[in-house]
Nanobody, 121 residues
């Protein structure tokens, strides 16, 4: 199983980015897939998750209304659309997938290596 994140980069405050998590080895339609992030010197935190059902989505309060998670089953890929970005969104973003319902880190069996998002003020 392999997860590969892409789409990170440098963007100004207020800008947008779309992260992609391409999954191989499992069918994401059957899994819950989440985005986590880790800023320098901070613990990794959950950002958003999508369950096997497309309407089963979850967001951290810090990103509600700005980020949208989605899944393209034909591409076996999970997306995170990030709008109205803030400097505090700067972090390495990781995707992770697992057969359990959306939850904390231990429920996810497979992880990607991350993509850097930097938001300048």
């Amino acid at each position: 199983v392999q997860l590969v994140e892409s789409g990170g980069g440098l963007v100004q405050s207020g800008g947008s980015l779309r992260l992609s998590c391409e999954v191989s080895g499992v069918i994401v339609d059957y899994y819950s897939t989440a985005w986590f992030r880790q800023a320098p010197g901070k613990k990794r935190e959950g950002v958003s998750c999508i369950g096997p059902s497309d309407d089963d989505t979850h967001y951290d309060d810090s990103v509600k209304g700005r980020f949208t998670i989605s899944r393209d089953d034909s591409m076996n890929t999970i997306y995170l659309q990030m709008n109205s970005l803030k400097p505090e969104d700067t972090a390495v973003y990781y995707c992770a997938t697992g057969l359990s319902h959306c939850g904390s880190e231990p429920v996810y069996d497979y992880w990607g290596r991350g993509t850097q998002v930097t938001v300048s003020s």
